[in-house]
């Protein structure tokens, strides 16, 4: 699958897997889950038609790691970023002791006074380095990174959860827990 094709695809998959899986039809079972045939079926219903193999191509290739299969390879789901309700199963577990953030520049003066806010997804995302975090932010813009004290954090009893590809969930950073990284 060529490069343009793989993206665009990746796209619809996330906005329907995270955002509107209704408007294919789709329930998402707990975890996120949604069995791959009936995926498969309801986007070539819908004029968008993927083969297992551009499915399978999509989910090894994404840069973000944004879906998987689970252990049987008849379901998918997209690992975080949900804006749709969903329990995604997830279980509390302890964070390294310093985690990352990347967003826009222009978005950091209001982070640095009122924290990070999940809005309308189930999360807010943090990454394990410096290097994801600024991948993260330059997509809306020049990358501003803060590190967040997730120490502290636990300390105080925050819950964190870290989803299948990686990224470190939790309900809010409160502003306390974050430093200005550059």
């Not at 990454?127 to 990174?145: C, N, Q, W, Y």
Request: net charge positive.
């Amino acid at each position: 699958m060529d490069e343009k094709r793989l993206v665009k695809t990746s796209k619809y998959l996330s906005k329907h897997l995270r955002h509107s899986p209704e408007a294919l039809g789709l329930q998402l079972a707990p975890g996120g889950w949604v069995e791959v045939d009936t995926l498969l079926r309801a986007c070539a219903a819908h004029g968008f038609t993927i083969s297992r193999a551009e499915l399978e191509e999509v989910v090894v290739k994404n840069d973000k790691q944004r879906f998987s299969f689970d252990e049987t390879g008849t379901r998918i789901r997209a690992n975080q970023g949900h804006s749709t309700e969903v329990d995604l199963q997830l279980e509390p577990m302890g964070p390294p002791p310093v985690l990352y953030h990347g967003t826009a520049a222009h978005t950091a003066a209001a982070i640095q006074r009122d924290g990070l806010m999940k809005m309308r997804r189930h999360h807010v995302h943090l990454s394990p380095d410096v290097e994801t975090a600024r991948k993260v932010g330059a997509r809306h813009g020049k990358p501003f990174i803060f590190t967040v004290d997730a120490a502290a954090m636990r300390s105080a009893g925050f819950t964190f959860y870290r989803s299948e590809n990686g990224v470190w969930l939790v309900d809010e950073v409160p502003p306390e827990y974050l430093k200005s990284q550059f």
